[in-house]
């Protein structure tokens, strides 16, 4: 998908925003796009504040100069503004492909809404086509692996439970010095069950699975941006 594409629904997004707004600042290479054209918006005198979901954002966010704040100081956020990795017709996502989804899903969380920017890809019939992170603890990796392994053959999953390595082989730490297993479900019938047994594992710190948090979605398709709002 041409990145000017996913620059163009970054831009979506950016218009919804005005001053005085405080606001979410998803992850990933959709995102970026978002970032930058906020920290134009900034330089022209935008007044907002950020909260990054992760290292990375941050970093980025700094480079474009938009102000920064955090959570302990800010209780509640009017917009977060992310990618996703799949889209259901509910606007329903798996998110975690770049490792920040416990960051992402607490800002989230958060936040008075959540508008998503992403390309036609991710948009499926179900959830599970795209491999399910899923954060976890070091301590007792063998057991949680052992324990999300029975869910997955409980939900039918049509493939494997991997964890996450670096590019030096080295197994992928996030953030928060967690681990991330993948989960290959292929197809996820029920969503919310899932959630919750997934949580219900001690081991568990988070999984990518957002339900219910989107309210509208910006894609970029061959044909231009679309809008998807929560409910059509």
């Given at each position: 998908?041409?990145?000017?594409?996913?620059?163009?629904?970054?831009?979506?997004?950016?218009?919804?925003?005005?001053?005085?707004?405080?606001?979410?600042?998803?992850?990933?290479?959709?995102?970026?796009?978002?970032?930058?054209?906020l920290g134009?918006?900034?330089?022209?005198?935008?007044?907002?504040?950020?909260?990054?979901?992760?290292?990375?954002?941050?970093?980025?966010?700094?480079?474009?100069?938009?102000?920064?704040?955090?959570?302990?100081?800010?209780?509640?956020?009017?917009?977060?503004?992310?990618?996703?990795?799949?889209?259901?017709?509910?606007?329903?996502?798996?998110?975690?492909?770049?490792?920040?989804?416990?960051?992402?899903?607490?800002?989230?969380?958060?936040?008075?809404?959540?508008?998503?920017?992403?390309?036609?890809?991710?948009?499926?019939?179900?959830?599970g086509r795209?491999?399910?992170?899923?954060?976890?603890?070091?301590?007792?990796?063998?057991?949680?692996?052992?324990?999300?392994?029975?869910?997955?053959?409980?939900?039918?999953?049509?493939?494997?439970?991997?964890?996450?390595?670096?590019?030096?082989?080295?197994?992928?730490?996030?953030?928060?010095?967690?681990?991330?297993?993948?989960?290959?479900?292929?197809?996820?019938?029920?969503?919310?069950?899932?959630?919750?047994?997934?949580?219900?594992?001690?081991?568990?710190?988070?999984?990518?699975?957002?339900?219910?948090?989107?309210?509208?979605?910006?894609?970029?398709?061959p044909n231009?941006?679309?809008?998807?709002?929560?409910?059509?």
């Amino acid at each position: 998908m041409s990145e000017v594409l996913k620059r163009e629904a970054a831009a979506r997004a950016v218009a919804e925003i005005t001053s005085g707004m405080k606001l979410g600042l998803g992850t990933g290479s959709t995102a970026r796009h978002f970032v930058e054209l906020l920290g134009e918006r900034v330089a022209q005198g935008l007044d907002i504040v950020g909260v990054p979901t992760s290292e990375a954002t941050a970093h980025q966010a700094r480079e474009c100069g938009i102000p920064l704040s955090d959570l302990d100081s800010l209780d509640r956020l009017d917009l977060t503004v992310d990618g996703a990795d799949e889209i259901d017709p509910s606007l329903n996502l798996i998110k975690g492909g770049g490792g920040a989804l416990l960051r992402e899903k607490i800002v989230a969380a958060a936040s008075d809404a959540m508008i998503v920017i992403a390309d036609s890809s991710k948009i499926v019939d179900a959830l599970g086509r795209f491999p399910l992170p899923i954060e976890v603890n070091r301590f007792g990796l063998g057991a949680t692996r052992h324990a999300i392994a029975a869910i997955m053959n409980h939900h039918h999953a049509q493939g494997e439970l991997k964890l996450r390595t670096s590019g030096n082989g080295e197994p992928f730490l996030t953030d928060g010095g967690h681990l991330i297993l993948d989960a290959f479900f292929g197809r996820i019938s029920q969503p919310e069950a899932l959630s919750n047994e997934l949580l219900d594992i001690p081991g568990v710190v988070q999984h990518g699975l957002f339900l219910k948090m989107c309210r509208k979605a910006y894609v970029a398709t061959p044909n231009g941006v679309e809008t998807l709002l929560k409910g059509n």
